[in-house]
């Protein structure tokens, strides 16, 4: 090869690794990587019997999305009480439950209609309700001010949260609008509250379920982990590290992270080169695929030292239409057929549809030391809501 030759190789494989760690930096990889990177270099965790797969689908339900008048928001929320029990004709878990959807509802788009007609669906067998809160510029007063209001509405009025005998109050799930949870974007949008865990936990939420947010600038340098955080007011982002969870361990910090699987997907690239970040998100532009429910599961999100115990907890956007048709559509039902003849044959993979509380229950049955069937443990410490004990008293 001439000079000028191997100078213009040269030049071309510098400027193709520029590119691609300015591909890489704009979609904030590199804030995950290292951390992504060192688990796949562990061994993965061995163990007897079949992996049981805990399978979690948590909605940002939002009806008034895109500032939608009521008439649109009521066609959006009739649109998956109608269509979600068709979609999930014929499919059932090894527990007999059908698929099960969290809908993490906002609180600045309540409407008593709209909760009314999803609590009627979660009262079928088909999901549960939560806790989503979107603010910016705020305080922890006012914060806590929104929270009380909203969890006493969804549990007095819709029976749409449990009340622990305990403590004698609605426990909760979360989920955090626009991914800053905890004061997480650099620009201090949308939250403005530092200590935001400790209101949360403060205020009854037993578990955040916002991660990952990635390529968003929110998303931690802890992945595909289930662990505890530990506020600490000085600062933004407190959860960016925390404490696993673990057999035989104690609860420690403030809330639990539960998080979704986060990864490189090297079998679905975009325009052809570079892998696709794999974080979970179903969409019409993202739809499920085999290879996707692969890597979901070869993340192994677990419990340290319970590693037969798997769980997957995607998630989506699915109050706008473009949105709702494909997640009501045949891509949906696909995956759920996928799971169930791949993942579900009682020998090798057992499958569990389980909603976000059901999941945090099996984490901390798993955290207590206990085995065996995953699925008996759904209502291990935090119990069902009102309207799911309702349900279960009138099954035939």
């Not at 000085?234 to 992270?257: F, M, N, Q, T, Y």
């Amino acid at each position: 090869m001439s000079g000028v030759a191997a100078a213009v190789a040269l030049a071309a494989g510098v400027a193709a690794a520029a590119w691609l760690l300015y591909a890489l930096a704009r979609r904030r990889v590199f804030i995950w990587l290292p951390a992504y990177l060192r688990r796949l270099a562990r061994p993965r965790p061995r163990h007897a019997g079949p992996l049981h797969v805990m399978f979690c689908f948590v909605d940002h339900f939002e009806p008034g999305w895109g500032g939608a008048d009521l008439d649109r928001q009521r066609a959006r929320v009739r649109r998956w009480c109608e269509g979600y029990p068709l979609l999930c004709e014929g499919h059932r878990d090894a527990d007999g439950r059908p698929p099960r959807h969290t809908f993490f509802f906002p609180d600045d788009e309540y409407r008593p209609e709209h909760l009314h007609d999803l609590a009627d669906l979660c009262r079928e067998g088909y999901g549960e309700i939560e806790v989503h809160v979107h603010h910016d510029r705020d305080t922890a007063a006012g914060l806590r001010a929104r929270l009380r209001a909203f969890v006493r509405t969804l549990a007095d009025e819709h029976g749409a949260l449990p009340v622990p005998p305990a403590s004698g109050r609605p426990a909760w799930a979360f989920v955090h609008g626009n991914w800053a949870l905890d004061n997480s974007r650099p620009d201090g949008r949308w939250c403005g509250v530092n200590d935001e865990l400790t209101v949360l936990a403060e205020e009854g939420c037993y578990a955040d379920f916002t991660l990952p947010s990635a390529p968003d600038v929110t998303q931690t340098r802890t992945v595909n982990s289930i662990y505890y955080a530990a506020d600490d007011p000085a600062r933004p982002k407190s959860h960016d590290r925390g404490e696993p969870l673990r057999v035989g361990g104690a609860p420690r910090g403030h809330l639990v992270i539960v998080q979704g699987p986060l990864g490189l997907n090297w079998r679905w690239r975009t325009r052809g080169v570079l892998p696709r970040i794999e974080n979970g998100e179903i969409r019409a532009s993202s739809p499920p695929r085999p290879d996707r429910t692969d890597l979901w599961i070869r993340t192994h999100v677990h419990v340290a030292g319970r590693p037969e115990w798997v769980f997957v907890k995607i998630h989506t956007h699915g109050a706008p239409e473009r949105e709702s048709a494909a997640l009501l559509g045949p891509a949906t039902e696909a995956l759920f057929r996928d799971l169930e003849a791949r993942y579900n044959d009682g020998r090798r993979h057992v499958l569990h549809y389980v909603t976000a509380r059901e999941m945090y229950n099996i984490v901390k049955a798993a955290e207590a030391g206990l085995a065996g069937d995953p699925g008996q443990y759904r209502d291990f410490c935090i119990p069902a809501p009102a309207f799911d004990v309702a349900a279960r008293a009138t099954a035939p």
